[in-house]
């Protein structure tokens, strides 16, 4: 079984919508973090978290909000999803001893018409 | 001026040839850096890590060179299972990552 799992994979969903992506993780990392993935833009970090009680904002976090339910989950929600939001999300985490080697799930498609 | 820049390629060689690819990082205040690889429609992965005095892994060596500030890659003997997008990541204050936008690598038979 993977690690760290992302669900949906692939979503579809209309403007307005209120959408939530979930990432679950059995590595046992204290560290999550949600990354978005766009063509020529490369992948830039919304939100991440060092501990279930520790949230922070990353370099784009406009339009998003997250929770972290267990050290072990972590969602990403798009409160009103519009066009431009259509990326390639992937869920991330890792152990405070080595944060920089981070472990991605397999990443949620979005698109929103 | 981007943080971490790329020539985003694509490179494409033959089997067994050399290729490398560079990386310019622009805050002198980074601490560490990385490489990963992410093959297409997949997550990344974690290749190896940078050190100054230069380390290497099989086929690869990677080499920082602080006073420049960029980073390299050298993939010896190319293989077809080396075609992927290559980041390169700094992290600066042990807190998060900062990826650039990679280097595709196409490698033909």
């Known amino acids: 079984d993977a690690d760290v799992t992302q669900t949906p994979r692939n979503r579809i969903t209309k403007t307005g919508k209120r959408i939530m992506l979930e990432c679950s993780q059995t590595?046992?990392?204290?560290?999550m973090y949600w990354y978005r993935q766009d063509p020529g833009l490369g992948l830039r970090l919304i939100y991440y978290?060092?501990?279930?009680?520790?949230?922070n904002k990353g370099e784009i976090s406009d339009g998003y909000s997250v929770s972290r339910q267990a050290q072990a989950k972590f969602s990403l929600s798009l409160e009103s999803a519009i066009p431009n939001q259509t990326a390639l999300y992937f869920c991330?985490?890792?152990?405070?001893?080595?944060?920089?080697?981070?472990?991605f799930g397999p990443g949620t498609r979005l698109t929103v018409t | 001026r981007k943080e971490v820049e790329q020539d985003p390629g694509p490179f494409n060689v033959p089997e067994g040839a050399t290729v490398a690819f560079n990386c310019t990082y622009s805050?002198?205040?980074?601490?560490?850096f990385f490489w990963y690889r992410q093959d297409c429609r997949k997550e990344p992965k974690l290749l190896m890590s940078?050190?100054?005095s230069g380390n290497e892994d099989g086929r690869f060596t990677a080499q920082l060179n602080r006073a420049s500030q960029y980073i390299s890659l050298l993939i010896r003997d190319s293989k077809l299972s080396d075609s992927a997008t290559y980041l390169c990541?700094?992290?600066?204050?042990?807190?998060?990552?900062?990826f650039g936008k990679g280097t595709m690598l196409l490698v033909s038979p």
């Open positions: 991330a985490t890792s152990d405070s001893s080595r944060s920089y080697e981070q472990y």
């Open positions: 590595k046992g990392h204290d560290r």
């Open positions: 978290s060092f501990d279930v009680k520790d949230i």
């Open positions: 805050n002198s205040a980074s601490q560490s």
């Open positions: 940078v050190y100054s």
């Open positions: 990541v700094v992290n600066i204050g042990y807190s998060t990552l900062t």
